[in-house]
């Protein structure tokens, strides 16, 4: 609840053209009266030194407590007017780029605006209480999982920064892929020579490191809590160990995809047709020979994207696999000087100074590269290959006869679990092990309240109580991404970061640059968590959500739409919240039919008085007035940038900024509809294939909600036309002018709200 002792004080800006654009003193006389604002002043250059100390006066003299900056963007002079005075609360006002640059100078709707824009502000101040920090007992120590050139890196440099790291790796040794490798492609200049990979100084360097301590030949049992009090139970053969850790750094890498597929390139059907690791193995051993009868080899064929960017195998590109070839064709030409390769690609992907490791290969007269889609490969009599190849460069077919053939096989991400999302077959478990996560899962049930019905298939690395399922989602392949735009190291579940190719097929000098990420955002998410700071991506922000659970339905609404797993269930249904797990987007609120949930400064109360705190003008008037609901991440700073561009829409608009298009409750649709409101406009994030969504699937979320906005349209008896629904990208922002005031015509065909003026 907002404090009701509340004294406002509210400060207009007259400079950047705000002067020009409105009368800036009946602005004040109206602000003044209409808010019941204790003081009201203007300056023409608010955010200057003499301005910013004489609000703090006023702060200090007038004993205010809310404070309103009516000006330019929130997104601009954060530092200028974050005066961090406790208790005080502060509350910027747009009339810059909302008003005073996409509007008609001194005109009486361009006014109005400014007018309804200052009345909002004020009533979203005096409905807000200043956040107060969660602060509880936290560890700051780092898990990595993962003992392979990712995960040692991360727990290397979480250990050189000064943090206590447990470091888990289920083999018996440290190393991953790396250790079976002879060598790798070159990464140093002038990138025409194969380099040793250094992974036994890097596991040296680990293992003398005084603060990780290794656990190896151990697994993970159980993950519960929630950040900065994350309790694992670790398995290693004997009785479980028991610690707490703050973060997480998933750093499990890939595995190979399944060549049993494969049977058309000649896997499982020719003898002599092994992939790209098995090739890997023989080096290593020292002897690259044929497999069938270990003769020596006069002729060899790479096949690449054996599976890969394929639709029925592998959709996506593996990063590596190209030059990995060109790496193994080296070895060959090594142990065998005279032997013909023959290199089969749909494209030759070598980024960046790679390029001229490619130049270095294509020097060799007996290596052969050829482009395109390899249709067949069998067996001959002597039990060689033959590989016919279409679509070639020439148009016509071809075929290739070798000793034997080397499928690049692509990267799998050990989070993906057979079965998931459509793309490989599920593959069934021991009937002992599933006995054994039934009597798991009924054992957590107290704790977790059982999982949801949307979790999705686990791949048992972390194996989390909570209710949304044992691991880290996947998005698209069974990759842990959250955010592939803003936020790469990120997952769905806060303050648990992937690194390395487990997060996207990479290469071993990027996965080493990758963990280094991830263990800078796992330090980062302990610091703020530790002091009351939400993380990503309302960095910095100390609200989080209050739940009056006594009005509580139980309807579940809230535990199975939240993106980040952030509330489990008692045995009775009812919500338990994991503040630290809270990335304060607000679509718990959203969710909530009995509007039990709410934030300091932001909840259901707050934006109604929002809402009501707009004129709306008589039918006779002939100046309709639409509501337009904007996510804070993408449509609002889009907003800013029209009026960065000086790009003008309607006047008839009220923006008000959302968490998230997921954090809007139906109810505000509803109310505004019922207060004479001639339209709404709901703008928010991309989704789909294309989502940009930085709290994952709150637009999707809010898109399902309009069927029942729709049902609350038929209700009141008013168009359907008149609610709409928008997402768009940051860089979409030359689309908003158009749909605003296309919206507009709309709405002055359909003709006033029948409510207005009741």
């Known amino acids: ?19 020009k654009a409105v009368d800036i003193e009946k602005l004040a006389e109206i602000a003044k009266s209409d808010t019941k604002a204790a003081i009201c002043k203007t300056n023409e250059f608010l955010c200057g030194g003499n301005a910013i100390r004489e609000i703090r006066e006023d702060i200090e003299k007038e004993g205010l407590n809310r404070v309103v900056i009516a000006g330019c963007s ?70 990595v999982v993962g003992g392979g050139i990712a995960g040692l890196n991360s727990a290397l440099d979480s250990a050189n920064a000064g943090y206590d790291v447990i470091l888990v790796e289920k083999e018996a040794e440290l190393g991953g892929w790396l250790t079976k490798f ?61 610690m707490r850790v703050g973060s997480i750094v998933l750093a499990t890498g890939w595995k190979p995809y399944d060549a049993t597929k494969l049977g058309h390139l000649g896997y499982g059907v020719c003898q002599n047709a092994i992939t790209n690791v098995q090739m890997e193995e023989m080096a290593k051993a020292g002897d690259v020979k044929r497999p069938s009868d270990g003769k020596p080899i006069e002729s060899i064929a790479f096949i690449q994207c054996a599976g890969s960017r394929d639709p029925d195998h592998l959709p996506y590109c593996s990063a590596v696999c190209c030059r990995v070839s060109l790496k193994q064709a080296l070895y060959v030409r090594e142990q065998y000087p005279d032997a013909k390769i023959y290199i089969i690609y749909k494209d030759i992907r070598t980024p960046a100074q790679f390029e001229l490791f490619y130049a270095r290969i294509q020097e060799d007269d007996n290596i052969f590269f050829t482009k395109g889609e390899v249709v067949n490969v069998v067996e001959d009599s002597n039990n060689g290959v033959i590989i016919d190849v279409d679509e070639t460069l020439l148009g016509e077919k071809i075929q290739l006869k070798a000793d034997m053939v080397v499928l690049a096989t692509g990267m799998v991400p050990t989070t993906k679990v057979e079965g998931a999302q459509g793309w490989l077959d599920p593959a069934p478990e021991p009937a002992e092990e599933k006995e054994d996560e039934k009597a798991e899962e009924q054992e957590g049930e107290g704790e977790a309240g059982g999982e949801a019905a949307g979790a999705e298939l686990g ?20 990759f842990p991404d959250s955010h592939y735009i803003c936020f790469p190291y990120e997952t769905r579940r806060t303050a648990m970061y992937a690194a390395g190719c487990v997060r996207a097929p990479m290469d071993t000098y990027q996965a080493s640059h990758d963990a280094a990420g991830a263990a800078m955002k796992a330090i980062q998410s302990i ?34 739409e939240c993106p980040f797993g952030s509330l489990d269930e008692d045995e009775k249904g009812t919500p338990k919240p994991n503040i630290l797990r809270c990335r304060r987007c607000g679509i ?57 561009k000086r790009k003008s829409y309607s006047p008839y608009v009220r923006l008000i900024p959302v968490r998230c298009l997921g954090a809007l409750n139906v109810v505000w649709i509803a109310d505004a509809l019922s207060a004479g409101f001639d339209g709404i406009i709901l703008v928010g994030c991309k989704h789909g294939d294309d989502y940009q969504c930085h709290y994952i699937r709150g637009s999707q979320l809010a898109e399902t909600r309009m069927e029942n906005v729709q049902e609350k349209l038929t209700q009141l008896v008013l168009e359907r036309e008149r609610v709409q629904i928008n997402t768009l990208a940051l860089t979409d922002y030359d689309k908003i002018p158009d749909l605003i005031n296309d919206f507009m015509e709309q709405i002055e065909e359909i003709g006033p709200n029948p409510y207005k003026g009741f």
């Not at 009701?4 to 705000?18: A, H, P, R, W």
């Not at 909840?603 to 008085?609: A, D, L, R, T």
């Open 1 to 19: 609840m907002a404090d009701t002792n509340t004294k406002l004080g509210i400060y207009i800006c007259s400079g950047c053209d705000i002067g």
């Open 74 to 143: 929130h997104r601009v002079k954060t530092d200028e007017f974050n005066l961090n005075i406790p208790g005080v609360l502060i509350e910027r006002c747009n009339i810059r780029e909302q008003v005073a640059w996409v509007q008609k100078p001194q005109d009486e709707d361009t006014q109005m605006m400014a007018e309804d824009y200052i009345r909002m502000s004020a009533a979203k101040a005096k409905s807000s209480a200043p956040p107060e920090p969660f602060i509880d007992e936290m560890s700051k120590t780092i898990l």
């Open 182 to 242: 002879k060598s790798t492609f070159p990464k140093n200049p002038p990138y025409r020579e194969l380099e040793d990979s250094g992974i036994e100084e890097l596991i040296t360097k680990v293992k003398e490191h005084p603060k990780i301590k290794i656990y190896t030949s151990t697994t993970i049992k159980k993950t519960s809590g929630q950040p900065g009090q994350l309790d694992i139970t670790l398995q290693n053969g004997g009785d479980p160990m028991e």
């Open 459 to 478: 791949a048992k690395i972390l194996n989390l109580t909570y209710r949304q399922g044992t691991d880290l989602p996947t998005l698209k392949y069974g």
């Open 527 to 560: 610091e703020s968590l530790s002091v009351g700071k939400a993380i990503h991506p309302r960095s910095g922000d100390l609200s989080f959500p209050d739940f009056f659970l006594q009005r509580c339905t139980q309807c579940k609404r809230c535990t199975e």
């Open 588 to 644: 718990c609120m959203g969710a909530c039919p009995e509007r039990i949930i709410s934030f300091k400064n932001y909840s259901v109360p707050i934006i109604s008085n929002m809402i009501k705190s707009i004129e709306i003008p008589e039918e006779d008037e002939e100046k309709p007035r639409v509501l337009v609901f904007v996510c804070e991440n993408d449509a609002l700073p889009s907003f800013d940038i029209v009026g960065l």
